[in-house]
Structure formats: C-alpha cells, structure tokens
C-alpha cells in the first residue's frame, strides 16, 4: 500500500533529544495558559475522548498533537483524577505507529467490559492528500491503568459500501446484552449521517446499517462528526457535531457546530424519532463534546473549547485549546440544561460580594484576578438593554449583551488587541426569553469564559486572549436594575 506520508506526521516516539523539554518551556511562560481548565502542556489539543470514571478515578482523554499548534498526527493524551478538579498527567495513552493508525489516532469513546476500560477510536488512513480511508480500533486500560492495543486491530478495516473514507469517532455502548458502535460518517452523496455496527462482545463487530434520524438536515451538511448516545431523565439523547449547516439568524453561527437531539432510539430498527433538537452551546469556541456517567451515575460532559481551521492567538506559543469544565446534564421542560460540576466549588476561595442598584450606566464590580467564578444575579430589570463587560481596561472587553425587547442575548468579542477568527464573525447571539431576572454562573480561567445563564439553559463557551490587566468586571445598563453578586477567585490543584 503505498502510503501518503509528510515530514510533520511524526509521532511522539520521533522525538528529538530534548525537543519536549524544549517544546514544554517554550509554552510555560504563557500568561494565557487556563489554570483550572484540563489543557495541553504543549502542541494542540482538540476532542475529549474516552471519558470515563473508571475504578474509582476520572480518566480524560484528548486528541493531541505535540510538535505544533496544528493539527498534524493526532495522538490520545490522558490525565486522570480522584475529584474532577485535581488533574494529573500520565504517559501519552495511544501512539500511532501501526499501519492501521497511519495518519493519526483519531476521536473515540470508552465503555467498561469485564472490568477493563475499551477505548474506540479512528486509525486514520491517508492515501494521498485527497484520498482517505478509516480504520476502527481498540485499545484497552486494564485495572492498573496499563494500556494496550487489541492485538487484533482494527476491529474493523475500512468503511462500509456507500460511504466515503470519512467513517470516524466510535460510541459504544450496550442495550440487551448487544454493544452497538455509533459512527459519524459521510454518505458517498457527499451528506452527513450515522453509522451503526454491533456486537456480541465488544471486540468482533458487524455492520448494522444506517440511523434513520429524521432530522431534515439541509444537504451543505456534508459530515456528522462525533456522535454521542445517552439516556437521561427516560429520554434519548444524541449529541453530535455537524458540519456544513447554514448559520441562522440566532444559532449554527460558528464553522463547526454541535446539536443535541430529544426523542426516542430503537436501535434494533434503526431508528432515532426526534422529538426537538436544538444547539448545545451558543459561544464561540464548543466542539465535540462527549458525555460520561460520573460516580454517582450523573450524566457528565466535557467539550472542546476550540475550533477548526482557525489560528489562536497561544499558537505562537506554542499551544493551543482547552477542554470546558465538566458539567452535569439534565433535561428540564423539553431542553438539555448544563450546570457545572459541583465538585468546581471546593476551587473557590473567600468571595468579594456586593449588592447595588444601578439605575443607569456602568458600575465596576472588580475581579483583579485572572481565573474566578462570578455568580451575578440581576433582578428588577426595567433596562432594556444592559448585561457585562468582562475582560475589561481602557481598551479591551468581552461584552454580554442582553436585549429585552428582541429577547436576545449577544456576546461580542471584537474589543481586544488579539483578534483572532474574524473571518466567522465576532459576535454570537441567541433568543433568551428575558422578564425582570436573569442569573449568570461565569467561569473565567485567564483565556477562556464560560457563561451559564439561568441555571444552564443558555451556555456561551468562549477563548478570548486579553492584555494582563484587562481583568476588569462592568456591570452595564440603560435603565434601573438591582445587582447581586459573588466573585469567587479560583485555586488551581491540578499539575497540569
Ligand atoms: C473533531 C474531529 C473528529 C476527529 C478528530 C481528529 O474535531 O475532526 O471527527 O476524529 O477531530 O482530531
């Protein structure tokens, strides 16, 4: 088979005398490195994969190049943790260096058998620049946390007739005894769709057929990648991201996007009834997200807080991307709610508090600190439009924008010396039903933001990269308003 290889695709077993050590110190003087958020130590991170709490202990995996800010040969690196808060790095967990991985370990999901953790994912196969094919794999973490490969990899070779090479991002998971494997998949009619295999033991799969989601996706969708599948509250759940949809006045806005889907599996028939489905996250920077059962069986998601095909500001240092924090899932009145993990609150230290009123303007409520938690509660609004600046100097600010005549909310990210994806735009906007109360949980770790509006019916993901001082909080409004807020600086007990 005659290979299509470049001089980047190296993997980390290449490596050049002291080219980690050298890579490593290059990025640990970054002023813009999250602190509580999991993040590459150097190179380019993008998917969580493999997500697990797996004998007693949370295990992460993410798709991660070393060499470079790029997305060059993908690696699965891993941190693991006791408490969702204090990480702690372990030995790259799949290095590709078999011909059935030849471009790349690409994006996967985990599932316990007999009590060893199976990661899924993608051997990458690359026959020139153009041409592609895909390859199914396995790699299992015994109780020790030893790693190895299937020694009968792929577990599946190839892509199904009627599909192009773009077949990727295993799910797996078990009804009835039977292990079903979802897959993002491309049609040869150049459409997105998911794919099914299944299995009697997790290691020996045939091909089932195709999900009939009746989702009436528009044709530009050309790729449906990283599915995801979980029961929550008695409903089905599907997470995936799709890519080619049309942005829309108030969503799809970004290049890639991510859409959750209610409704009702019937895996033996193939078929997914939608109920509603609707867009995850509505901030800048949210991708492929993948959800897990924690330790007291709550249904725990993480997300790549990145997009593809565009620079990052950390890319001349030498890094790039971080994962969101994790955050616990719910279904409320028809929609998927997130909140942050409670565990993120034995981060918190002593807060600044206050309560005013604003009657109009902009009120400073002070951060001086690069990662806090803020929760604000704004009530008796008779402003029509008010909301935040945060990140905020003379000449920088990330500004929320609440609008309560067009009951819409707006995130702009124009306002900063380190622009950065202005090709898709700089702002994000979605519908919000607005009365005379609106609460915010705010994550803010040093580059990136992460807003929970209204107890997680709403969730803007953002990077942003300001100047060191610009750590101001402005609370703004055209009219009358009460403000309540917390600010809590946040610690940072991983080893990251
Ligand atoms: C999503 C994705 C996946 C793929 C991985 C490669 O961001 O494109 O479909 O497996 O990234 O890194």
């Known amino acids: ?14 490596a050049k005398e ?32 493999g997500l697990a709490y797996f004998n007693g202990e949370f295990h992460v995996f993410y798709q991660w190049y070393p060499f470079g800010p790029t997305h060059g040969m993908k690696h699965w690196a891993h941190v693991k943790s006791t408490d969702l808060i204090d990480w702690k790095r372990l030995p790259t967990a799949i290095v590709p260096v078999e011909d059935y991985e030849s471009h790349g370990a690409y994006s996967g999901a985990s ?73 993002g998949a491309q049609r040869s009619n150049l459409t997105g769709a998911i ?14 057929g195709e ?116 955050r616990k899932l719910d279904i409320v009145d028809g929609r998927l709610i997130q909140k942050p993990a409670r565990e993120l609150e034995k981060l918190r230290a002593e807060p600044a508090k206050g309560e005013f009123s604003l009657s109009q303007g902009s009120t400073e409520i002070g951060a001086a600190s690069y990662q806090y938690e803020l929760e604000l509660s704004l009530e008796s609004i008779e402003s029509e439009i008010f909301g935040l600046r945060l990140f905020s100097s003379e000449t920088e600010g990330l500004v929320l924008e609440f609008n309560r005549s067009e009951q819409t909310v707006t995130l702009n990210r124009e306002n900063f010396a380190e622009t950065f994806g202005g090709e898709y735009g700089f702002e994000r906007s979605s519908k919000l039903e607005i009365g005379d109360k609106v609460d915010m949980q705010i994550f803010v770790d040093r580059s990136i933001v992460e807003i929970f509006i209204n107890g ?41």
């Open 211 to 326: 999900l009939d989601l009746d989702l009436n996706l528009p044709d530009t969708c050309y790729m449906l990648e990283c599915p995801d599948y979980f029961e929550l509250n008695g409903q089905d759940v599907l997470v995936v991201s799709p890519q080619g949809l049309e942005p829309e006045e108030h969503a799809y806005q970004n290049l890639y996007n991510v859409i959750y889907v209610l409704g009702e599996l019937d895996i033996e028939n193939l078929t997914f009834k939608v109920e509603s489905h609707h867009e995850l996250d509505k901030g800048f920077d949210f991708y492929a997200p993948q959800t897990f059962e924690g330790k007291n069986k709550e249904r725990l998601l993480f997300g790549w807080a990145g997009m593809g095909e565009m620079d990052y500001p950390s890319d001349k240092e030498g890094w790039a991307h971080c994962l969101t924090i994790p």
């Open 456 to 496: 997680g019916e709403l969730v803007f993901t953002s990077r942003v990269f300001p100047h060191k001082e610009s750590t101001g909080i402005n609370v703004v409004a055209d009219g009358k308003m009460n403000v309540n807020y917390k600010s809590y600086p946040m610690s940072c007990r991983n080893s990251l």
């Open 111 to 183: 599932i316990e058998v007999d009590g060893e953790l199976y990661l899924y994912y993608t051997g990458n196969i690359k026959y020139s620049a153009e041409e592609r094919s895909a390859n199914q794999c396995l790699a299992i973490m015994d109780k020790d946390g030893a790693i190895r490969k299937y020694e009968q990899n792929p577990i599946i070779e190839g892509v199904p007739e009627g599909y192009t090479g773009h077949v990727r991002d295993p799910k797996v998971f078990k009804k009835n005894d039977t292990y079903y494997m979802l897959l």
């Open 1 to 14: 088979m005659n290979r299509y290889t470049e001089p980047k695709y190296r993997t980390i077993n290449d």
């Open 18 to 49: 002291n080219e980690l050590d050298q890579l490593q110190a290059k990025s640990t003087s970054s002023t813009w490195k999250p602190a509580y958020h999991i993040h590459p130590g150097y190179g380019l991170m993008n998917d969580p994969n």
């Open 195 to 208: 794919i099914v295999y299944e299995s009697s033991n997790a290691r020996d799969w045939s091909f089932k």
